[in-house]
């Protein structure tokens, strides 16, 4: 006589496999939910990075000292003309050309265009003559690629033009005010923010060219 076989065994096996399979399910979705908010993380910390380098690039962060050997007197505005603008065909920029200082521990940088440090000297004064700008695409973001022998022109409200050669580029740290030094010879200074999260200072030092 045949004996049936039981199918209790299959139920269990099938139970089990349920349990297991829930498991998986249970595993996958702590994942995924890991997955989730470590994405979230991620765009909150690349926002925090991004308002930081932008506050960094308003700021500037390049503290002027209150050595006079760094400081210049401010050429009165009816002895020599202003700047008007400035062009730099290496990265095809034409921009204008403001004036700017350093109050309250802050730079003050033009939204737009370059800004002329008023304490150092008009071109027609001869010196150490300092722009300054923002690292963006439309302003001076191209600067970095400049190099030696690369020409710059200032225009001069008086409808002048004065033609530079840069002559070395460099990047220095925020603290190094050297830059700001006078000269006895008549050159043209540009810096911008650079590196990571605009640590750095990227400056163009030209010479300026006699006709």
Not at 107 to 119: D, H, K, L, N, P
Not at 136 to 161: H, T
Request: charged share 25%.
């Amino acid at each position: 006589m045949a004996v049936k076989k039981g199918k209790g065994p299959r139920v269990k096996v099938k139970s089990r496999n349920r349990r297991v399979h829930s498991s998986q399910l249970t595993v996958h979705g702590f994942r995924a939910k890991l997955q989730f908010v470590f994405s979230i993380f991620l765009i909150l910390l690349g926002v925090v990075l991004v308002g930081y380098a932008a506050s960094k690039n308003f700021d500037f962060n390049i503290q002027r000292s209150n050595n006079p050997t760094t400081q210049q007197p401010v050429t009165t505005r009816t002895q020599f003309s202003k700047i008007k603008s400035i062009s730099i065909p290496k990265i095809e920029r034409d921009l204008a050309v403001s004036d700017g200082k350093f109050e309250n521990g802050r730079w003050e940088v033009a939204a737009e265009g370059v800004s002329f440090y008023t304490q150092s000297a008009l071109p027609e004064a001869g010196g150490n003559t300092v722009l300054y700008g923002h690292n963006k695409a439309r302003i001076l973001g191209g600067l970095v690629d400049m190099r030696k022998g690369d020409m710059i022109e200032l225009r001069l409200e008086n409808g002048e033009l004065r033609n530079y050669e840069v002559t070395e580029t460099k990047t220095i740290k925020p603290t190094d005010v050297s830059i700001l030094s006078t000269s006895t010879d008549t050159i043209l200074t540009i810096y911008t923010c650079s590196g990571f999260l605009d640590t750095s200072r990227f400056v163009v030092l030209a010479k300026l060219v006699v006709e």
